[in-house]
């Protein structure tokens, strides 16, 4: 048996780097000719270590650091383990896989991230066992507050079984409390890969050949946020708007917090106290009553209630717990439709109302069936070039009414109305993007769509590009309801303007005239001179709601490309994908 050198502990790498080293260096022994065996070692790597790629699918950059903590955690146990983009993969390449995992998140409608959209087109229309050398396990990533939770994961799970790829372990949903399953599923399938696996020569493909990401974790994350003094809280729109839109300021100085424009800011909420208060009213609690927390201390009710536990939608344990149909019956309608309540007091109030005798769940049960409380994440509209020491969102407060009751979104209304500038500590962390990010080069050209809400990050690549002196042209689309109300930010967009940064502002006030106009008529309006733009290089950025106006815009896009390109809708469509895998065409959408 040949044999091949390792990395020594002595060298300067971290575990996980030196078991990727010793992967890569018998993936190339393995092939190597035989005039290259005099270089020996007497320990073979080849014999030890098994290949394994990642593939991840990634929107906000979630399932891309859960697939580097996954490689950190496999070449602790003998894998060699590379990270892979799906945009970077096709059918070929994942034919002459041996062993993959898959980690890919939902969002929207049950749509793929837009860097797995290209493969999960491929592997839907595919058929045949071209996949049977694979061995694969999925771990799929969504918010059970979404109808299609997961679909993606659940897709592409029965694409891979569907080409003959061999599952080791069964597809793993992880809902936004995501940590203790995804590290169950990975310890599980990794063992499922190491068991019987004969070794195999490793694939290094020059895409892929990059060491793990092994920066040290940061003090503050998700599990442990940085108690943000809140500095800002000010609204954007004037008085008769129909919006209530905050610029909020943390002040970061000396926590040691980093960020990038581009990045997301993980704020841990509170739920409202009149919220709580008709909880616990229809627990017939005074909310003193002990209970524990998630951490397995025990604390007053209502103080879990109002930092610890989800009271939005209702978990299947809950409804299930207080007899509450899910569905309405055939025999009461013509069709079956869902009929589950929206928020955790519904539940309980249906609960008493429909079953009187029913006993209402004690404390105790109740928070052994709620979510724990998540953090949101918000695109930061801030730069660190320019506003050193601070962070700032731009929040929008949301705010409805259902089934003859006052509802409340629980973070924006947190930041808009409860908490005080000055006083008011907010546990925070940063949530890396690095699919969202300004161009490297200060010279490109970029276009960003961004109305309500979506100009944030915006904002940030704005003030990133004035601060490090960036030449590059930048063109705006923004939109909203009405200028005179809703126009967020105008007098520093005016600035920008002024000061040669904000080449081109294009605005849609949808409700300043009789017919509604909007940001993607715009960018139609303007088709010579965007498609221009593309032309000379400039980057394509959306960000705001996914569900109408991103994909409004992503038509739009390929209309712009068909009519001032002169391209088919087919040639169009290679046009944007052609962005897409450039990276000049990225989404940060929600």
Request: charged fraction near 20%; charge should be neutral.
């Amino acid at each position: 048996m040949s044999t091949v050198p390792l990395i020594p502990d002595t060298a300067p790498f971290s575990a996980e780097q030196r078991a990727w080293l010793n992967g890569f260096l018998a993936g190339v022994f393995s092939r190597a000719p035989a005039a290259n065996s005099d270089l020996r070692s007497p320990i073979s790597a080849s014999a030890a270590l098994t290949p394994l790629t990642i593939l991840f699918g990634s929107q906000t950059g979630t399932a891309e650091g859960l697939a580097k903590k996954a490689a950190k955690e496999a070449g602790k146990r003998s894998f060699a383990a590379t990270v892979l983009d799906m945009a970077q993969t096709d059918l070929a390449k994942l034919a002459a896989e041996k062993n993959v995992l898959v980690i890919v998140s939902t969002y929207g409608d049950g749509e793929p991230p837009d860097s797995a959209k290209s493969l999960h087109t491929a592997l839907a229309s595919a058929s045949g066992t071209a996949l049977s050398s694979l061995r694969f396990s999925v771990c799929a990533l969504g918010d059970t507050n979404y109808t299609q939770f997961c679909k993606c994961g659940t897709d592409f799970d029965h694409f891979l079984g569907k080409l003959g790829a061999t599952r080791v372990t069964p597809r793993t949903d992880c809902d936004l409390d995501y940590e203790e399953k995804f590290n169950s599923w990975l310890n599980t399938t990794l063992t499922a890969l190491g068991t019987g696996s004969a070794p195999a020569e490793s694939k290094i493909e020059n895409q892929k050949s990059k060491i793990p990401d092994s920066d040290p974790e940061p003090t503050y994350s998700k599990k442990n946020p940085y108690p943000a003094l809140l500095l800002t809280s000010r609204n954007l729109n004037a008085p008769g708007s129909g919006k209530q839109v905050h610029h909020i300021e943390f002040d970061l100085a000396n926590s040691g917090l980093a960020y990038e424009a581009g990045d997301a800011l993980g704020v841990i909420p509170h739920n409202c106290p009149e919220h709580v208060a008709e909880v616990l009213a229809a627990l017939g609690c005074d909310g003193e009553e002990a209970v524990p927390a998630p951490d397995g201390s025990t604390v007053p009710l209502r103080r879990a209630l109002t930092e610890f536990y989800d009271l939005g939608k209702p978990t299947a344990e809950l409804l299930a717990r207080c007899a509450i149909p899910t569905t309405v019956s055939a025999n009461s309608a013509s069709t079956t439709t869902p009929a589950s309540p929206h928020h955790v007091v519904d539940v309980l109030l249906q609960s008493k109302s429909e079953n009187p005798h029913s006993k209402i769940p004690t404390p105790t049960e109740l928070v052994w069936l709620l979510k724990r409380l998540q953090p949101r994440l918000y695109s930061i509209s801030s730069s660190p070039h320019a506003h050193t020491g601070q962070v700032h969102l731009t929040v929008g407060a949301v705010r409805y009414e259902k089934d003859g009751r006052p509802r409340k979104g629980v973070c924006s209304t947190f930041l808009a109305d409860r908490a005080q500038p000055g006083n008011t500590r907010i546990g925070v962390f940063v949530h890396s993007n690095k699919a969202f990010r300004p161009p490297a080069s200060g010279d490109t050209p970029m276009i960003m769509v961004g109305p309500g809400t979506g100009i944030a990050p915006f904002r940030a690549f704005l003030a990133h590009r004035r601060a490090t002196g960036a030449k590059g042209k930048n063109w705006l689309f923004f939109g909203d309801q009405r200028a005179s109300t809703d126009f967020l930010y105008r007098e520093e967009l005016a600035a920008l303007m002024h000061d040669g940064v904000l080449t081109k502002l294009d605005t849609a006030f949808s409700r300043d005239q009789a017919e509604k106009i909007y940001v993607q008529q715009r960018m139609l309006e303007a088709a010579a001179e965007l498609y221009a733009w593309l032309e000379q290089g400039a980057h394509f950025y959306v960000c705001g709601d996914a569900s109408r106006m991103a994909k409004d815009v992503d038509l739009a896009l390929h209309q712009v490309i068909e009519r001032a390109g002169g391209k088919t809708p087919e040639q169009a469509a290679a046009y944007v994908q052609q962005l897409k895998a450039a990276k000049r065409y990225a989404r940060d959408v929600y």
